[in-house]
């Protein structure tokens, strides 16, 4: 990704120019759809899902797998959070307000960051590890799960990409994130020898 699809670069720009208007600014920045059920009513579909696995763990007393899938969907989304508050790389609308063109989008701002990886696009990619939690038993239900969760995120990329609040390479790096923690967790938590710690294969 840092070759092909570089934080700010060509493809990020030539992606972001369209959605600007002759002032500069990204015109669906406050679009009502992709506000409150584009960005928020996109999470909240995210949280429910998370609120009934941990039904579920409660439910069926303590269920490994239920804790898989929530501990992996918090770890995702904590750690992409805590990369986006420290990270060097501002929101297009940020740069854009503060150079009023796309020229010098790859050149750094002062004052201006926190933007990297997606945060939002990160909750619909942290359902990734739906795939890695039924593969073992149930292979074919959880392929449709890894299509269902590549989509939302792809869908909640797209939204924050028209607003203005993300480049195609912010989301990338998130979706990067996301599957690399499920993938090393899965990895720890079925290889584990305390069968205390692991789900029924």
């Known amino acids: 990704m840092l070759v092909f699809v570089p934080i700010a670069g060509q493809l990020d720009q030539q992606l972001a ?8 600014k990204f015109y669906l920045e406050d679009n009502g759809w992709l506000v409150h059920i584009g960005h928020e009513g996109l999470k909240d579909v995210v949280i429910a899902i998370a609120v009934f696995y ?9 269920s490994q797998h239920a804790l898989f899938i929530l501990i992996s969907m918090g770890l995702s989304v904590s750690v992409i959070g805590l990369l986006k508050a420290t990270s ?37 990619f942290s359902l990734i590890v739906l795939f890695f939690a039924y ?7 959880a392929k449709i799960f890894l299509i269902l969760a590549i989509t939302l ?22 979706l990067w994130w996301s599957w690399a923690i499920s993938f090393v967790l899965y990895l720890i938590w079925v ?11």
């Open 191 to 201: 290889r584990c020898p305390k069968q205390t710690l692991r789900f029924k294969r």
């Open 88 to 124: 060097v790389h501002a929101c297009p609308w940020s740069m854009v307000e503060m150079h009023q063109t796309i020229i010098d989008w790859n050149k750094p701002i002062q004052g201006l960051g926190k933007c990297f990886p997606g945060g939002h696009a990160s909750a619909g």
């Open 153 to 174: 995120g792809a869908v909640m990329s797209l939204v924050q990409m028209l607003r203005g609040a993300h480049f195609l390479s912010h989301n990338l790096w998130a």
């Open 54 to 62: 941990l039904f579920l763990y409660i439910k069926q007393k303590k």
């Open 17 to 24: 120019i369209g959605w600007l208007d002759p002032n500069a």
């Open 135 to 141: 593969y073992d038993r149930y292979p074919l239900k």
